[in-house]
């Protein structure tokens, strides 16, 4: 949690069970990517730490990465191939965490990995919705060059377009204009 890789060292040494949460479910691997500590995250992938183990909420050490905006290990996770659409709760994935906080690099790695551009929560929302809800041009603009569904509402009716235009930012208004949004 606090990123000190020489304790984590002795503690691989030693035999430490690098899987084994408190009562939270929040392994080393999650605390280590949700606070960006990335070679304490790859000596816990070196010595074989479940990636795609969640916590309590059902998180991954992908999830905490991705909305946290740790790119560097969003990148390490990916390369290790966590699982890049699982979902935690009410069905938020990585991809909705990075868009909806605006975390362009992390958005930019998700898509390349492949990464389900329209998968809906269980609200109905997806990561151009939430991008736009929070005026995140970068993170509309990538998500449209991926082809999101433009026009798709989530199960109140509320379309991306109409949650960039109740909140006033021009910009992704704009853009999903140009993407011929409804």
């Keep these: 949690q606090c990123g000190h890789e020489g304790c984590v060292k002795l503690l691989l040494e030693a035999n430490a069970n ?39 909420d059902g998180a991954t ?16 996770l990916l390369e290790a191939k966590a699982s890049v659409d699982q979902a935690i709760e009410y069905g938020v994935t990585s991809l909705h965490g990075a868009s909806m906080k605006g975390h362009e690099p992390c958005v930019k790695l998700l898509l390349e990995a492949g990464a389900s551009v329209d998968h809906e929560d269980g609200d109905g929302d997806r990561s151009l919705k939430m991008a736009s809800q929070n005026g995140h041009e970068g993170c509309v603009k990538l998500l449209l060059e991926a082809k999101a569904g433009v026009s798709l509402a989530d199960v109140g009716g509320r379309t991306s377009l109409c ?3 109740q909140n006033c930012h021009e910009s992704c208004v704009k853009l999903l204009l140009e993407a011929k949004a409804s």
């Design 18 to 56: 690098v899987d084994q949460p408190p009562n939270d479910g929040v392994t080393s691997l999650i605390a280590a990517s949700q606070n960006g500590h990335e070679g304490c995250a790859r000596l816990l992938l070196e010595a074989n730490a479940s990636f795609d183990q969640a916590n309590n």
């Design 61 to 76: 050490s992908l999830t905490v990465a991705s909305a946290n905006g740790n790119e560097p290990c969003v990148k390490l």
């Design 163 to 165: 949650v960039a235009s």
